[in-house]
């Protein structure tokens, strides 16, 4: 699905793949990545893509809820917070092919166990994020 129109473009470049650097374009973002020991690297002191990708998600899908919480007129507590994991294997059925699954925990401290759970599936719906991945990866949410 195309954009309407876009109202903001992130620009960032990487070298070196999983042992390089990514810095976005206006230098807010300077990082050394490292692959994990896990996936075959030395596990140094750098970030990796998987763990940028769960910042991004967790930190992007809050976003969404916020916005549902306002266009319901309902109070979302300051203290929400998502623990995002972000998992790489080897995909199934596919020989040589890797690929990610996504589970968030969410904490909405302060509200009825239903309503958030409510929320969460509205903000699923509209987040930028939980679109781009939609029927591409497994996304479990949760809320605890």
Same mark, same amino acid.
């Given at each position: 699905m195309a954009l309407d129109k876009a109202l903001y473009t992130a620009h960032a470049t990487s070298t070196g793949g999983r042992t390089g650097s990514t810095e976005s374009s206006d230098g807010r973002i300077?990082?050394?990545? %490292?692959?994990? @020991?896990?996936?075959?690297?030395?596990?140094?002191?750098?970030?990796?893509?998987?763990?940028?990708? &769960?910042?991004? +998600? %967790? $930190?992007?899908?809050?976003?969404?809820? @916020? =916005?549902?919480?306002?266009?319901? @007129?309902?109070?979302?507590? =300051?203290?929400?917070?998502?623990? &995002?994991?972000?998992?790489?294997?080897?995909?199934?059925? @596919?020989?040589? /092919?890797?690929?990610? =699954?996504?589970?968030? =925990? !969410?904490?909405?401290?302060?509200?009825?166990?239903?309503? $958030?759970?409510?929320? !969460?599936? $509205? $903000?699923?719906?509209?987040?930028? +994020? %939980?679109? /781009?991945?939609?029927?591409?990866?497994?996304?479990?949410? %949760?809320?605890?």
């Amino acid at each position: 699905m195309a954009l309407d129109k876009a109202l903001y473009t992130a620009h960032a470049t990487s070298t070196g793949g999983r042992t390089g650097s990514t810095e976005s374009s206006d230098g807010r973002i300077r990082l050394q990545l %490292s692959t994990p @020991k896990e996936l075959g690297g030395d596990g140094g002191p750098g970030t990796n893509p998987e763990q940028l990708f &769960a910042a991004g +998600y %967790s $930190a992007c899908f809050i976003g969404a809820m @916020k =916005a549902v919480a306002a266009s319901r @007129k309902v109070r979302l507590p =300051a203290e929400v917070s998502i623990r &995002a994991e972000v998992a790489i294997g080897p995909m199934t059925g @596919k020989p040589g /092919a890797f690929g990610i =699954a996504v589970a968030m =925990a !969410v904490s909405v401290p302060g509200m009825e166990r239903a309503e $958030a759970e409510a929320l !969460v599936a $509205a $903000a699923h719906e509209v987040c930028p +994020y %939980s679109n /781009a991945t939609r029927g591409n990866i497994d996304v479990a949410l %949760s809320v605890i």
